[in-house]
């Protein structure tokens, strides 16, 4: 049935991907040392612009921890300015020969695993901090991603920034707050022992937890 040749290894594409690790990372490598330039963005609506719109999407990058290095893997995020590109190492069929696929998206801000806290609050949440507190607007800042990808460490340390810009801007001004959390189609009252409250949408179209307890604040810390 053939000679030595002939014999196939029955490897996952995740295996085979790391076995070749050393070759998809040179790739990811002439990548960054020369990105071709990203595909052309949609033409965006008549009057839009990236401050004016109601959503703006930003991405950060974890870093690439030793552990993972250890197991075989390997990076394959690039961040440029507002890009993320994903280097999709993949093995053909044959699981012999491999190619790697550039996957571009396209982001409001994009930060890489070397940008620090500050930035990343500058570039996303301050303005919006000033307009609230100016009165000439209402926002929110919301974090998604994986399990362990670092939610909890960029919302920190954007909690601590806020509360420290809103008390330097409002002056004399009352500051209160609540704390609730969602979970599905439910909100609940933190502060009042997580019991149930509704969303109710304001004139402006703000949506605000009622009935819900607001305490005051009288410092940021």
Do not use: W
């Not at 990203?38 to 009057?47: D, H, K, V």
């Amino acid at each position: 049935m053939g000679g030595e040749q002939s014999i196939v290894r029955n490897v996952d594409k995740r295996t085979s991907r790391r076995e070749h690790r050393g070759v998809f990372e040179a790739a990811i490598l002439r990548f960054r040392a020369g990105p071709f330039s990203a595909p052309s963005p949609p033409e965006p609506e008549t009057g839009s612009s990236a401050s004016s719109r109601s959503v703006r999407v930003c991405v950060r990058k974890r870093p690439f921890f030793a552990h993972e290095r250890e197991q075989g893997e390997f990076d394959v995020i690039s961040c440029l300015t507002q890009r993320v590109v994903v280097h999709d190492a993949r093995m053909k069929p044959d699981m012999r020969h491999m190619f790697m696929n550039h996957v571009d998206f396209v982001f409001d801000e994009v930060f890489g695993d070397e940008t620090g806290n500050a930035d990343v609050y500058l570039a996303t949440a301050r303005d919006l901090v000033r307009a609230v507190a100016q009165g000439t607007s209402s926002g929110t800042v919301m974090c998604y991603g994986q399990t362990g990808s670092g939610k909890t460490f960029t919302m920190s340390s954007i909690y601590e920034r806020v509360a420290s810009d809103m008390f330097a801007l409002v002056g004399e001004r009352s500051v209160t707050a609540c704390f609730v959390e969602l979970l599905g189609d439910a909100c609940f009252d933190i502060l009042n022992a997580g019991a149930p409250c509704g969303l109710s949408t304001g004139g402006d179209g703000s949506v605000h937890p009622y009935p819900c307890v607001e305490v005051p604040v009288g410092v940021p810390a």
